[in-house]
């Protein structure tokens, strides 16, 4: 009778509510990994030091969208990390996490993570995303050429420090003239990044940019008014008149020659 006790005790489910969003496990799926933060409080030594809500509720203030990595470490035995190309709003309403982001969870659940070094990126693929947003941003100027956009500050793009849940895709994160559903889709799949990378290497970005004369990009640090939107970066593409050979164009004109 004793041992079918301690085994129903151990096979007890959860509810683990990390910053508003509920999972749901056993308790002998965290406890067996000791070391860590979530395993050593559901240790039956720790009993009293647990403060359950609503029965079998425990409440974390920290990132439910990253917590879903940390649970499936308890669950496989290691950390399977987002994709990198997959940086968008998924099918389910999860908005995917930046690495920087899984890694301060990791740290406060204090998951280790040297057997899973190599699923991190390389600095290899780290430079690919970097070049494939900057591709992007080269593909977005083309795009506003074939628009016949011009004229200083006319078109912005809002990059949000951190991108916003469940609501309409121009601010996931960033913000388009109207009707720039173009450039939306191109920028997609950098939503969760596209931030950081303009923090880290924006100055190089923008100087590439600028050795053309005909065309002018800066970039301007924001605060918004909602806190949960963090800061925002704003890109103001400018493209002069000379950026569109206009003589050369009206050459080719059929309607016009």
């Given at each position: 009778?004793?041992?079918?006790?301690?085994?129903?005790?151990?096979?007890?489910?959860?509810?683990?509510?990390?910053?508003?969003?509920?999972?749901?496990?056993?308790?002998?799926?965290?406890?067996?990994y000791?070391?860590?933060?979530?395993?050593?409080?559901?240790?039956?030594?720790?009993?009293?030091?647990?403060?359950?809500?609503?029965?079998?509720?425990?409440?974390?203030?920290?990132?439910?969208?990253?917590?879903?990595?940390?649970?499936?470490?308890?669950?496989?035995?290691?950390?399977?990390?987002?994709?990198?190309?997959?940086?968008?709003?998924?099918?389910?309403?999860?908005?995917?996490?930046?690495?920087?982001?899984?890694?301060?969870?990791?740290?406060?659940?204090?998951?280790?993570?040297?057997?899973?070094?190599?699923?991190?990126?390389?600095?290899?693929?780290?430079?690919?995303?970097?070049?494939?947003?900057?591709?992007?941003?080269?593909?977005?100027?083309?795009?506003?050429k074939?628009?016949?956009?011009?004229?200083l500050?006319?078109?912005?793009?809002?990059?949000?420090?951190?991108?916003?849940?469940?609501?309409?895709?121009?601010?996931?994160?960033?913000?388009?003239?109207?009707?720039?559903?173009?450039?939306?889709?191109?920028?997609?799949?950098?939503?969760?990044?596209a931030?950081?990378?303009?923090?880290?290497?924006?100055?190089?970005?923008?100087?590439?940019?600028?050795?053309?004369?005909?065309l002018?990009?800066?970039?301007?640090?924001?605060?918004?008014?909602?806190?949960?939107?963090?800061?925002?970066?704003?890109?103001?593409?400018?493209?002069?008149?000379?950026?569109?050979?206009?003589?050369?164009?009206?050459?080719?004109?059929?309607?016009?020659?």
């Amino acid at each position: 009778m004793i041992s079918r006790m301690s085994s129903s005790n151990e096979d007890e489910r959860i509810i683990l509510n990390v910053g508003g969003i509920k999972y749901e496990t056993y308790k002998s799926t965290l406890a067996a990994y000791p070391n860590t933060f979530l395993g050593a409080m559901f240790q039956e030594r720790n009993q009293q030091l647990r403060h359950p809500t609503n029965g079998n509720e425990y409440f974390f203030d920290r990132n439910g969208y990253a917590f879903r990595y940390i649970l499936e470490f308890y669950r496989n035995g290691k950390l399977l990390l987002p994709d990198s190309k997959d940086n968008d709003i998924s099918g389910n309403g999860l908005t995917c996490v930046s690495y920087k982001e899984l890694l301060q969870e990791v740290d406060y659940f204090q998951i280790p993570i040297e057997d899973n070094l190599e699923d991190f990126p390389s600095n290899e693929e780290l430079a690919k995303i970097l070049d494939g947003f900057i591709q992007t941003l080269k593909k977005c100027i083309h795009h506003l050429k074939r628009e016949f956009v011009k004229g200083l500050y006319q078109f912005v793009i809002v990059f949000y420090e951190v991108p916003c849940i469940n609501i309409s895709l121009e601010v996931i994160n960033y913000y388009t003239a109207p009707g720039n559903n173009t450039i939306i889709k191109l920028l997609k799949p950098y939503s969760a990044c596209a931030y950081s990378i303009l923090d880290l290497y924006g100055d190089k970005i923008i100087d590439k940019f600028n050795s053309r004369d005909d065309l002018y990009i800066s970039l301007i640090d924001c605060n918004v008014p909602s806190p949960a939107h963090g800061k925002v970066k704003v890109l103001h593409i400018y493209l002069d008149a000379s950026f569109f050979d206009i003589e050369n164009v009206l050459k080719h004109s059929k309607e016009l020659n």
